[in-house]
């Protein structure tokens, strides 16, 4: 167990819908870190927030988007969903930087 | 463009054996790389983290070697176990877009055989 926990586990949603992701980090961890994991794409890094600021963009879609709260834990919102966005979905924390990082164990999130 | 390279295919080594994974890159130099495992519909985990000016770094049966003049890391696992088949991912830092992240290998899929 990683200490990573990410809610829901599963979602079943349709396209052009909205859905929200949610990870609580590693208790004292201030970073966190959102991953895109499909089959054809890999592991793909979307964005990282540190104390509730952005702090890294990686391939993040304009219609994906993450806040971190003064909790420290993180949610990612998919808007306007696309059979293409299915995939795994996880989040990670480190105590900061790139380096060390504990995933949770993901959403599995299918448009249909 | 940044790339990462693994092998692509399965390896399949003999429990006790070593078994050795590649990882290359091109067009940059990272500060540090890192190795995770992954097992099938699970969170990578971390494994080990080498920076630039380490040449080896060993963690029980694991060890990690990092050249930076090849723009290659290998992976060993020294006297393999069947619970060492897992997918190996390798993770560099770059600086992209005027901000540093992370950018993963595709992995290699390793299966030791009893």
Known sequence: DSGVTQTPKHLI????????LRCSPRSGDLSVYWYQQSLDQGLQFL????????????????RFSAQQFPDLHS?????????GDSALYFCASSVDGFYEQYFGPGTRLTVT | SQKIEQNSEALNIQEGKTATLTCNYTNYSPAYLQWYRQDPGRGPVFLLLIRENEKEKRKERLKVTFDTTLKQSLFHITASQPADSATYLC???????SNYQLIWGAGTKLIIKP
């Open chain 1, 13 to 20: 949603t349709a396209t052009g819908q909205r859905v929200t």
């Open chain 2, 91 to 97: 993770a560099l830092d770059i600086l992209q877009n």
């Open chain 1, 75 to 83: 949610e990612l919102n998919l808007s306007s969903l696309e059979l």
């Open chain 1, 47 to 62: 964005i990282q927030y540190y104390n509730g600021e952005e702090r890294a963009k990686g391939n993040i879609l304009e």
